[in-house]
């Protein structure tokens, strides 16, 4: 299973501003250079070892030291099932980083992935007098925000997320084009390319007849992804002709194949589990160059392995 939690906490430690620029517009202003942004841990000390810890997703905090504004935290979380939301648990996330940080400058921001007429705007604790606890949140539901108002933005998470947007079936590749376009033109990192052509893979979901046709409609775009590609194969078959070298051929080879399966798989879906390990560390070599050649055309993990 795709681990869309992880996914978008990588796309905000990788790109706060941006992430804070689209997610959080009306509250962050503009973000200069001047702005300082930084993570927070994740995980709070606890006062008794029996307790649970109470995870974040990401906790930024941002300081203007000119003095323009006070210090602000902000706790972005990730949502894909909107009926799993829970809002009393994000008012226990804000409450604990107020009282850990001495603060009560903190905005709380939830991305969903996914819309729902049931999400919760607001939680009201009170009598039939008076209201004794009111909590609102900051919402960002990607699937309510027009796709056109951000084909060519210079704001690097709203391109990767174009996917996520609403848009009609006669703009899918568009979507695709512009969100690999603005990858390209906006990250000159080639690791963090070959990082993010995933995510934009993931949620495109394009099938192969309609990579077919992106290919035939986008060819510099289809031939700059293909050099990624072709470039993280080469640094896999590199890593497993050094191991060769150093462990013995055959056996050197197997497990170069299986470092860059595994690397691949990471890419496209995240960390994988124990299971998914054994099985690899099983593998004939002929099962791992099979699985090496399905991983990239792939929609699943499953299908890796399923594929012929």
Not at 282 to 305: G, H, I, K, P, Q
Request: proline residues 3%; aromatic residues 8%.
């Amino acid at each position: 299973m795709i681990s869309h939690d992880q996914n978008f906490k990588n796309l905000i430690v990788d790109y706060p501003r941006q992430a804070l620029a689209l997610f959080a517009e009306n509250e962050v202003g503009q973000l200069d250079d001047a702005v300082r942004v930084r993570l927070l841990r994740e995980e709070q000390q606890k006062e008794r070892l029996g307790e649970r810890f109470r995870e974040l997703d990401v906790p930024l905090l941002v300081e203007w030291p000119d003095g323009r504004r006070e210090a602000i935290v902000f706790v972005l979380e990730e949502e894909t099932d909107p009926s799993r939301f829970s809002i009393h648990r994000l008012v226990h996330y804000c409450a604990d980083l107020a009282e850990l940080y001495q603060t009560e400058r903190v905005v709380p921001v939830v991305i969903f992935l996914h819309s729902s007429f049931a999400i919760p705007k607001e939680l009201r604790l009170g009598s039939d007098h008076q209201t004794y606890l009111l909590f609102q949140y900051l919402d960002c539901e990607l699937k309510q925000l027009p796709v056109e108002d951000y084909w060519d933005s210079d704001n690097l998470v709203a391109r990767l997320n174009l996917p996520n947007m609403s848009w009609s079936d006669d703009q899918k590749l568009e979507v695709y084009a512009r969100a690999v376009r603005g990858l390209m033109e906006l990250e000159p990192d080639r690791e963090r390319q070959l990082k993010y052509v995933d995510f934009i893979d993931i949620y495109s979901a394009l099938d192969n007849n309609e990579m077919a046709d992106y290919e035939k409609r986008y060819p510099q775009e289809t031939r700059t992804m293909a050099g990624l590609r072709e470039r993280l194969l080469n640094e896999g078959k590199q890593q497993g002709l050094e191991q060769g070298l150093e462990q013995g051929l055959e056996q050197g080879q197997a497990n170069g194949e299986r470092t860059l399966l595994i690397r691949l798989l990471q890419h496209r879906f995240g960390e994988l589990d124990e299971a998914t390990h054994q099985r690899l560390e099983a593998a004939t070599m002929a099962d791992l160059e099979r699985w090496t050649d399905n991983v990239l055309e792939a929609r699943s993990l499953d299908e890796v392995f399923t594929r012929h």
